[in-house]
């Protein structure tokens, strides 16, 4: 199956710094989700994105569908310690296709 | 909060054992998925439901048997599990097999 690749693989940052994360892929995407998975919970979609350029902000999360439509950016700014998490990406090429996720990028924050 | 909903959220049962996993929502999305997934990996799909009918299987091995009975109930029959099925089991949903994907809260599920 198809592989998105994020990074970076784990982040350490301290309270009231800003995260940004990517996710990458070597086909074209119609369709990017951005998630966050506490331990044992499921993942809790934060933000969908369906144009190529689209620039979609969620309090302080924004995410931004690339112009290739091969990636996808994720930002947290002025980071809060329950923003800890591991976060995913997922891209669906088409409608009726399957969504393939990112391999996770998890985020400690230190108060 | 989640407005697709998973029974039972943990499950402990021997190899030999017959148990099943539930998983409803009520935002008349005509798409159901399970997913598996391992400790900080992400999740891999196992089964998709389309207008209750199943549209993708990823190759999933007899002992997991899903059932859609309608548009809002999903389950996941297990039968003869091995340990290396302990996971995360995950249910989601969306409308037409496009958009957004919303996913339950999961069933551990623990295999001895």
């Known amino acids: 199956g198809q592989q998105l690749n994020q990074s970076p693989q784990s982040m350490f940052i301290q309270e009231g710094e800003d995260v940004s994360m990517n996710c990458t892929s070597s086909s074209i995407f119609n369709t990017w989700l951005w998630y966050k998975q506490d331990p044992g919970e499921g993942p809790v979609l934060l933000i969908a994105l369906y144009k190529a350029g689209e620039l979609t902000s969620n309090g302080r999360l924004t995410a931004q569908f690339g112009i290739t439509r091969k990636d996808s950016f994720l930002n947290i700014s002025a980071s809060i310690p329950s923003d800890v998490g591991i976060y995913f990406c997922?891209?669906?090429?088409?409608?009726?296709?399957?969504?393939?996720f990112g391999t996770g990028t998890s985020l400690t924050v230190i108060p | 909060d989640t407005e697709v909903t998973q029974t039972p959220k943990h499950l402990v049962m021997g190899m030999t054992n017959k148990k099943s996993l539930k998983c409803e929502q009520h935002?008349?999305?005509?798409?159901m998925y399970w997913y598996k997934q391992k400790a900080k990996k992400p999740p891999e799909l196992m089964f998709v439901y389309s207008y209750e009918k199943l549209s993708i299987n990823e190759s999933v091995p007899s002992r997991f048997s899903p059932e859609c009975p309608n548009s809002s109930l999903l389950n996941l029959h297990l039968h003869a599990l091995q340990p290396e099925d302990s996971a995360l089991y995950l249910c989601?949903?969306?409308?037409?097999?496009?958009?957004?994907?919303?996913f339950g809260e999961g069933s551990r599920l623990t295999v001895l």
């Open positions: 935002m008349g999305h005509r798409a």
């Open positions: 989601a949903s969306s409308q037409d097999q496009q958009g957004e994907l919303f």
């Open positions: 997922a891209g669906q090429q088409n409608t009726g296709n399957q969504f393939y």
